[in-house]
């Protein structure tokens, strides 16, 4: 286990137009001072990686990859799928009323809700959340795979999801598998909690309410400090409502 922070790389293939992205653990370079702008510019100003192996080559002259925790993906190797916490929250910043209220999460006809679940490649929530989505009347969207994470409950797959006792565990093994569509962190906080400290979460995105609370679930409860980068936001004027998607940029080493 390491102590630093995860660093996003991002690095761009002029010739082929493609993107490489790569995690490198900035402990190893603690001495520099580096920030994830710093490694940006050192990588900007240098060559064009156009393969996993001339990227390899080309950070180990650079002096970066110094240690095994460096991993690259390209397009030459399988997309590994992303996961984003997506969710509604009060302008305050709560997830639910303090009796787990959600009447407050007004909809907008501008919203597709079926295009979004389309947009995921499966569905992940904790056993909370899960009793929430059941007692709404679950996906407004095709079927997606659906994992419920709970150490109370018998692990298996009934009632069209496959329940799961050790959500890291399992999410690490899913985010290993080849897949081009991210997973949705469908909630709550107390998941997303998990994940986070785990370093696993690579979106937050939420759609802000118009609506002030007071009181309620966080968001993010005892969180680890995550770093984020804006990555598009979109406003819904007939209902007030904005959403907003960020990246994760960087996040704790687990
Ligand atoms: N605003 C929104 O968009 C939105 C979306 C989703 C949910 N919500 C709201 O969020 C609330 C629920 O969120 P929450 O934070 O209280 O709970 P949650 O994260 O949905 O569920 C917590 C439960 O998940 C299981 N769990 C958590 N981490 C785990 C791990 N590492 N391994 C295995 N199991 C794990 C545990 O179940 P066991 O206790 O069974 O072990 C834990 O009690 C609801 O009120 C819901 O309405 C809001």
């Known amino acids: ?110 919203i597709d809700f079926a295009a979004m679940y389309a947009s995921y490649g499966g569905l992940v929530m904790g056993r909370r959340s899960y009793e929430v989505f059941v007692a709404t009347g679950g996906a407004v969207g095709p079927a997606l795979p659906t994992y419920v994470y709970s150490r109370s409950l018998p692990a298996g797959a009934r009632d069209g999801v496959m329940f799961v006792q050790d959500a890291v565990a399992h999410l690490r093994a899913l985010k290993e598998a080849p897949g081009d569509k991210p997973l949705w962190l469908w909630g709550g906080g107390n998941l997303f909690r998990h994940c986070a400290q785990a370093g696993l979460v690579d979106g937050v995105d939420v759609a802000v309410i118009p609506v002030l609370l007071g009181e309620g679930l966080p968001l993010a409860p005892a969180c680890p400090r995550l770093s984020l980068q804006l990555r598009s936001h979109r406003l819904y004027p007939k209902s007030g409502i904005m959403f907003l998607e960020y990246d994760v940029r960087l996040r704790p080493v687990p």
């Open 1 to 110: 286990m390491g102590t630093g922070i995860l660093v996003n790389l991002e690095l761009h293939d002029a010739l082929s137009g493609s993107r490489h992205s790569a995690y490198a653990n900035s402990a190893a370079y603690a001495k520099d001072a580096w920030t994830d702008k710093t490694c940006r510019s050192r990588y900007d100003g240098r060559a064009v990686y156009c393969d996993i192996r001339a990227m390899r080559t080309a950070a180990r002259s650079l002096g970066i990859l110094v240690d095994d925790r460096l991993c690259l993906a390209s397009s030459r190797e399988p997309v590994m799928p992303k996961l984003r916490y997506s969710v509604a929250a009060s302008l305050d910043g709560f997830i639910a009323g303090p009796n787990g209220e959600f009447d407050w999460i007004v909809s907008d006809p501008d």
